[in-house]
């Protein structure tokens, strides 16, 4: 099956914005990697790893006892990883270029996670598959997605915040092949022959001139914004980026706004 465009891109402006993205669902990552029972002393592998996020908060909850390797196919992504893993002080943390499904390791792994990954496959339970088989027996598989279904509401309405998150939800349908990825994660598992996972989901919500919701979504548009205009949606000049972040702030702020971000589905099961 072909690879799913990456419309995303590693850029620096993207990297910068899995870090911010980054920062808003690490309570919900560490929950996921809590409750699956991430431990001191584990080995985790970390598919898909971008700037390392994942694997920094997985290297944090094993100590240095433990050990982390990331794997993505980005040799950008990779250095910017590497790096903070260095500057983090993080001397089990490794990270390796390539396709997760073509990655090879002799040692098995206690967990297997990957976050916002299973949207971005033509084949989302062939890739849990894969991620089983470097699993130990009783090993644990984990995943965390974003629902690209559904609305982003914010109330009272404000209705360039919900403009915006229709922009990036049509870009990133243009080009997946499962965007509702996050919303099957139970069927995956059982096609891929593993337990009923454990579920639960989030919802980022913020509100008030200070909530990074704003940025997040800005940056997210201005990443697929070629893509935007490649599929002849939107422009550069009617989104008109550079203001967007401070437009979003302002006219949720001057209602009062909540504004909801896209669902977060967090799933997980034990060999
Ligand atoms: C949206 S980013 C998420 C990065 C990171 N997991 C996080 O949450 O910050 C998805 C990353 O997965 C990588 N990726 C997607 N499919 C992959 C595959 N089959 N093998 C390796 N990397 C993959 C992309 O290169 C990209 O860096």
Redesign the pocket.
């Known amino acids: 099956m072909p690879?799913?465009d990456?419309i995303?891109g590693?850029s620096p402006a993207e990297i910068r914005r899995?870090k911010l993205?980054?920062g808003i669902?690490k309570p919900i990552?560490e929950r996921l990697l809590r409750e699956a029972g991430v431990a001191p002393g584990m080995r985790v592998l970390?598919?898909?790893?971008?700037?390392?996020?994942?694997a920094l908060l997985a290297a944090d909850m094993v100590g240095p006892n433990g050990a982390v390797v990331g794997?993505?196919?980005?040799g950008d992504?990779l250095s910017a990883a590497c790096s903070r893993a260095r500057g983090a002080g993080h001397a089990n943390v490794e990270f390796r270029e390539?396709?997760?499904?073509d990655?090879v390791d002799p040692a098995p792994f206690d967990l297997a996670i990957?976050?916002?990954?299973l949207i971005?496959?033509a084949d989302p339970t062939n890739?849990i598959r894969s991620a089983v088989s470097h699993v130990r027996p009783h090993g644990l598989i984990a995943f965390?997605e974003i629902a690209i279904y559904g609305e982003c509401r914010a109330l009272p309405p404000v209705p360039l915040w919900e403009q915006c998150w229709n922009w990036v939800a049509t870009a990133f349908r243009s080009v997946m092949v499962h965007p509702d990825a996050a919303g099957r994660m139970t069927a995956y598992f059982h096609d891929a022959g593993l337990k009923r996972p454990t579920i639960f989901c989030e919802t980022p919500v913020g509100a008030g001139p200070d909530s990074p919701l704003y940025g997040w979504l800005a940056c997210t548009l201005r990443s697929v914004l070629p893509q935007l205009e490649k599929i002849g949606v939107s422009t550069a000049a009617e989104v008109d980026i550079d203001t967007l972040e401070d437009r979003l702030r302002d006219a949720a702020s001057t209602v009062h706004s909540q504004v909801l971000g896209p669902m977060q589905v967090c799933g997980w099961t034990r060999l």
């Not at 970390?46 to 994942?54: H, I, N, Q, R, S």
């Not at 794997?71 to 980005?74: A, P």
């Not at 390539?98 to 499904?101: C, P, V, Y």
């Not at 990957?114 to 990954?117: A, E, F, P």
């Open positions: 690879d799913v990456y995303l590693h899995l993205q980054a669902l990552t970390d598919l898909g790893c971008g700037a390392g996020d994942v794997i993505d196919r980005n992504a390539g396709a997760a499904e990655f990957g976050r916002y990954v971005h496959q890739f965390h």
